[in-house]
Antibody
Framework: QITLKESGPTLVKPTQTLTLTCTFS??????????VGWIRQPPGKALEWLAL???????RYSPSLKSRLTITKDTSKNQVVLTMTNMDPVDTATYYC?????????????WGQGTLVTVSS | QSALTQPASVSGSPGQSITISCTGT?????????VSWYQQHPGKAPKLMIY???NRPSGVSNRFSGSKSGNTASLTISGLQAEDEADYYC???????????FGTGTKVTVL
């Protein structure tokens, strides 16, 4: 079965760079059409789409955060890494990674449990 | 891009039907059949309930249905049950940035 799990620091200081890793099983990012995305949710607030990467290394970013985000994949390790630069307290949120089955049907069908990242000095 | 617009809250009694709207533009909801809906219980990860406007994943109750008219998509929950009390989010592809966007979220309360 498909599982995803996010990992990374729980606390980062303002201006630092956040690096989150999504480790998955049950599928391969070398399979045609497959993708992995990142979504975040500040405490008590709505979901926000951040970025996604497809099997062919096609990358998409939220326009409002594009300058701060980088998404990469390591197919051999079954991992997707998201980096976000210049962290600010408003970036405090639970960060989720999720699976996309196909580029022609881009919905998130499996989600990780999420990891809470707090930005504070 | 701007988030899709959803009502902040919707409520209903057990057994009733409720509908949650998701309003966008011709660049997202109105232009593509890539609307999906997610259910989120407190402290839990979101769960896919509807994809491609009206398709239900395996295992999702047929009490959940989706539709679209113009720039507005809708999620209907029929035969409302206590376990349906949760937050619901819509999502759509948007051509304005070749990316995706979520809705503002709707809290469903079962009275």
């Amino acid at each position: 079965q498909i599982t995803l799990k996010e990992s990374g620091p729980t606390l980062v200081k303002p201006t630092q760079t956040l690096t989150l890793t999504c480790t998955f099983s049950g599928f391969s990012l070398s399979t045609s059409g497959v993708g992995v995305g990142w979504i975040r949710q500040p405490p008590g607030k709505a979901l926000e789409w951040l970025a996604l990467i497809y099997w062919d290394d096609d990358k998409r970013y939220s326009p409002s955060l594009k300058s701060r985000l980088t998404i990469t994949k390591d197919t051999s390790k079954n991992q997707v890494v998201l980096t976000m630069t210049n962290m600010d307290p408003v970036d405090t949120a639970t960060y989720y990674c999720a699976h996309i089955q196909s580029t022609i049907s881009p919905h998130f069908d499996y989600w990780g449990q999420g990891t809470l990242v707090t930005v504070s000095s | 891009q701007s988030a899709l617009t959803q009502p902040a809250s919707v409520s209903g009694s057990p057994g009733q039907s409720i509908t949650i709207s998701c309003t966008g533009t011709s660049s997202d909801v109105g232009g593509y059949n890539y609307v999906s809906w997610y259910q989120q219980h407190p402290g839990k990860a979101p769960k896919l309930m509807i994809y491609e406007v009206s398709n239900r994943p395996s295992g999702v109750s047929n009490r959940f249905s989706g539709s679209k008219s113009g720039n507005t998509a809708s999620l209907t929950i029929s035969g409302l049950q206590a376990e349906d009390e949760a937050d619901y989010y819509c999502s759509s592809y948007t051509s304005s940035s070749s990316s995706y966007v979520f809705g503002t979220g709707t809290k469903v309360t079962v009275l």
